[in-house]
């Protein structure tokens, strides 16, 4: 069965600091899909980023980095400089890559940025 | 080009009543996932829905049930509907075979 692990509950960091999200994943597929999407206030997902299981190089987008690593079974994710506006519940989620390719979520981290 | 829609943004039910939500997906999205999320957790797989059929569904009993139209909208059905029901529900639309979930901003649903 797929399981995604999120260990951090809550981080609260003071703006302009750099932070890590950690995402930790088991599942027993060769081949999957590992993501990260934002929850704000208002609800919805929003899509981060999506890494296929056999691409293994880091990503950067602006001040969002990833760091991918299949011997631990991690996926990361860095924020940089942090503003205000990124204050939000961050998910980690885990697919397959065949059939439905449902999202499995991690718990989710609940970044707070203070000014 | 519109995002995913959904409806009732919030809705507040009667222990043992039904309730229907529904999605309109982003345009050109022909596949639809239902989630459901208690409040502090992550969302979790309901079922799909793939030119009107369903194509996968988590472990959740029958009493949640669905459907799909053929312009790719979709209905999310509860029955009998019980207090730990209550949740954030999140549709998600995506292309089958192009790989990508927009999610709506969800209905929240309170049983008392």
């Known amino acids: 069965a797929q399981k995604v692990t999120q260990a951090q509950t809550e981080i609260s960091v003071v703006e302009k600091e750099d932070v890590t999200l950690d995402c930790v994943y088991e599942t027993r597929d060769t081949t999957y899909y590992l993501f990260w999407y934002k929850q704000p206030p208002s609800g919805e997902l929003v899509f981060l980023i999506r890494?296929?299981?056999?691409?293994?190089q880091n990503e950067i987008s602006g001040r969002y980095s990833w760091n991918f690593q299949k011997s631990t079974s991690s996926f990361n994710f860095t924020i940089t400089a942090s503003q205000v506006v990124d204050s939000a519940v961050y998910f980690c989620?885990?697919?397959?890559?065949?059939?439905?390719?449902?999202?499995?979520f991690g718990q989710g981290t609940r970044l707070t940025i203070n000014p | 080009e519109t995002g995913v829609t959904q409806s009732p943004t919030h809705l507040i039910k009667t222990r043992g009543q039904q309730v229907t939500l529904r999605c309109s997906s982003q345009s050109g999205h022909n596949t639809v996932s239902w989630y459901q999320q208690a409040l502090g957790q992550g969302p979790q797989f309901i079922f799909q829905y793939y030119r009107e059929e369903e194509n996968g569904r988590g472990n959740f009993p029958p009493r949640f049930s669905g459907l799909q139209f053929p312009n790719y909208s979709s209905e999310l059905n509860v029955n009998a509907l019980e207090l730990d029901d209550s949740a954030l529900y999140l549709c998600?639309?995506?292309?089958?075979?192009?790989?990508?979930?927009?999610f709506g901003s969800g209905t929240r649903l309170t049983v008392v």
């Open positions: 890494r296929n299981s056999f691409d293994e």
């Open positions: 989620a885990l697919s397959e890559a065949e059939g439905a390719q449902k999202l499995v």
């Open positions: 998600a639309s995506s292309l089958q075979h192009y790989y990508g979930y927009t």
